[in-house]
């Protein structure tokens, strides 16, 4: 992540986008468990932290703004309370300031009665007023970095695009960095300044968001792209990826995308079936796991 960026992760369901995120907020739940690696956070090692250090980091150096956001708020709960419980906790505010910094952190997210919302219960929300109660809290103390788990997956279209706005609004505003996570390319495109393409757990390309809508140059970016129904073209069919995404649990050797890759077979690659390759910069910010261009 640069800092004050928008980096886009793109990637089918399942390919490990939210372990990822999980990960580096070390929320992974049992029986899962990070095995090995190391997350770096303004030059300290995330796993190495203890608990309680971790505790500290979380919320108030990186936020998470997770999918669903209903679920993922206490229903027992006032809304204010729990916007005002971020504020109490990590910035020792008493009840009543860190009350009326929710009130504004309500009026920030374009909630139209903050006041109104802040009495409410999750149950009481609509899924976009919701998802503005759960930015709210991610931003309640200006952290470094934001996690946006497919923060528009439950939403209709229209709600969809307000969301963005808003998310778009905020960053430039307050210029925290956000990692958006999603398997929308049209919601990267909205929002997204550079671009991490992910397949079985891997990055296979990394670039700005313009060299990956402009020039793909890996074969399963190329097969996203492709898959994407032009507006105005009428089609008998649709382009798609043939074949399945593999078992995370029993990965092939070599490429994991080698047993869907067409320009494999088009090109002759036998390498590809029993080397996994590095990635690798191809051009000046274009990275990109493919034995294509070695």
């Known amino acids: 992540m640069r800092r004050g960026e928008v980096l886009g992760l793109v990637g089918e369901s399942g390919c490990g ?14 029986p899962g468990r990070i095995e090995s690696g190391e997350i770096w956070f303004e030059g300290r090692n995330l796993l190495a932290l203890g608990e309680t250090e971790m505790a500290r980091i979380r919320g108030s150096h ?6 669903e956001p209903v679920s993922h708020l ?33 009026e920030t997210v374009g909630i139209p009665a903050p006041e109104k919302c802040a009495f ?19 931003l309640a103390c200006t952290p470094q970095l934001v996690i946006a788990d497919e923060p528009t997956a439950a939403l209709d279209v229209t709600i969809q695009m307000q ?18 996570i999603t398997h929308d390319l049209g919601v990267i495109s909205e929002v997204a300044e550079r671009v991490a393409v992910m397949y079985a757990g891997r990055i ?6 313009e060299g990956i809508f402009e020039e793909p140059l890996h074969p399963y970016t190329q097969g996203l792209l492709a898959s994407i129904p032009p507006l105005g073209e009428a089609r008998e069919r649709l382009d798609a990826i043939e074949g399945a995404v593999p078992n995370l649990v029993d990965l092939p050797p070599g490429c994991k995308f080698a047993p869907r890759c067409g320009a494999r077979v088009e090109y002759g690659l036998t390498r590809c079936l029993k080397e996994e390759p590095e990635l690798a910069a191809i051009q000046p910010g274009h990275l990109v796991r493919c034995w294509l261009y070695p």
């Open 204 to 209: 296979v390309e990394q670039a700005s968001l």
């Open 17 to 30: 986008k939210s372990v990822t995120a999980l990960s580096i907020m070390r929320l992974v739940e049992a």
């Open 163 to 180: 969301i963005l706005d808003l998310v778009r609004e905020l960053h430039n505003k307050v210029e925290v960095s956000i990692l958006l």
């Open 62 to 67: 990186i936020s998470m703004i997770f999918q």
């Open 74 to 106: 206490t229903p027992i709960f006032r809304v204010g309370d729990q916007v005002a419980e971020v504020l109490k906790v990590h910035r020792r505010l008493s009840g009543k300031e860190a009350w009326e910094q929710a009130l504004g952190l309500l």
């Open 120 to 138: 409410s219960y999750p149950h009481e929300l609509s899924g976009g007023m919701a998802q503005r109660v759960m930015i709210a809290m991610a």
